[in-house]
């Protein structure tokens, strides 16, 4: 454990990643991605309306928490640095999804209220949704007065923005049930590409829900290179998705991917015994 390691190296960084922590009454609990998006509140949020609660599509506790745990950790070492003293970086599933909830935490903590399902609606913006149109759906992301506007004179909805009831986002809050009525009456004569392009054009923020094939095949994805093909050494190319950071000075090398079962074992047992000689 960390306080017999310290003892060795006093500038050491050990960071334990569990469910719930180092203390607190659940500290002995296992820490399950789906228990902790439960318990943290994340699933109460999640789903459509007055439907059974929803997890993340993915473990998205365990992901952030990772990231969460990278961030303590370049900070502890950078204060090793600085005074030679090391630390104990105390990382829990538990507490990063409540950090997580962004947002959602203030609506409750201002309001005493706990936010609900919604689906894929926005609790304080709208429109900012998943809308039909004739041959499927898209997203609509309008966060402003200025794009609302813009968005209702691309498809023929010029009455709304001078209507008290729409003209500003909290009266569109307000009256969401009444503006996606009329919406979807709207959309349902423009196709799903011609709209986005539409769209694009008039600087209304809109995207396709793509699928995770559609979203490989994405000229964007295309661009920044976050497939890889990587060749094994034995004849195969394995696919893989690149990290994303993209460092101008330092760029990340791909050179070969994830090992096969002791394939390094040889070269790594070499390496030990040069250096303890």
């Known amino acids: 454990d960390y306080d017999s390691l ?123 949704e998943v809308v039909p149109v004739r041959d499927g759906h898209i997203i609509l992301a309008v966060g402003n007065d200025g794009q609302f506007a813009k968005f209702c004179a691309a498809v023929g909805l010029d009455d709304l923005p001078a209507n008290p009831d729409f003209a500003t986002n909290p009266a569109r809050v307000a009256n969401r049930v009444k503006l996606r009525e009329r919406m979807i009456e709207a959309l349902k004569i423009f196709d799903r590409d011609p709209l986005l392009a539409k769209l694009e054009a008039a600087s209304v923020p809109a995207s396709p829900i793509n699928t995770i094939g559609q979203m490989f095949a994405d000229p964007q994805t295309i661009a920044r290179g976050m497939r890889l093909d990587l060749d094994d050494g034995h004849g195969n190319l394995l696919p893989s998705v690149r990290a994303p950071m993209v460092m101008s000075g ?7 991917p994830s090992p096969r079962l002791g394939e390094h074992t040889q070269e790594i047992l070499a390496e030990l015994e040069k250096s303890g000689q």
């Open 6 to 128: 310290r003892k060795i190296n006093p500038r050491l960084v050990y960071c334990s990643i569990t469910g719930f922590g180092q203390d607190g009454p659940y500290a002995p609990r296992a820490g399950y991605d789906f228990i902790i998006q439960a318990m943290a509140g994340m699933m109460s949020i999640t789903g459509e309306a007055g439907r059974e609660p929803q997890k993340a599509g993915v473990a998205i506790s365990d992901i952030f928490t990772g990231l969460y745990s990278v961030i303590a950790i370049q900070a502890a070492l950078r204060h090793a640095e600085q005074t030679g003293d090391g630390q104990h970086v105390d990382m829990a599933l538990f507490d990063t999804q409540i950090s997580a909830l962004g947002n959602q935490n203030l609506n409750y903590l201002v309001s005493g209220q706990s936010p609900v399902q919604m689906g894929n609606a926005h609790m304080n913006i709208a429109p900012y």
């Open 250 to 256: 330092t760029p990340l090398v791909y050179e070969r």
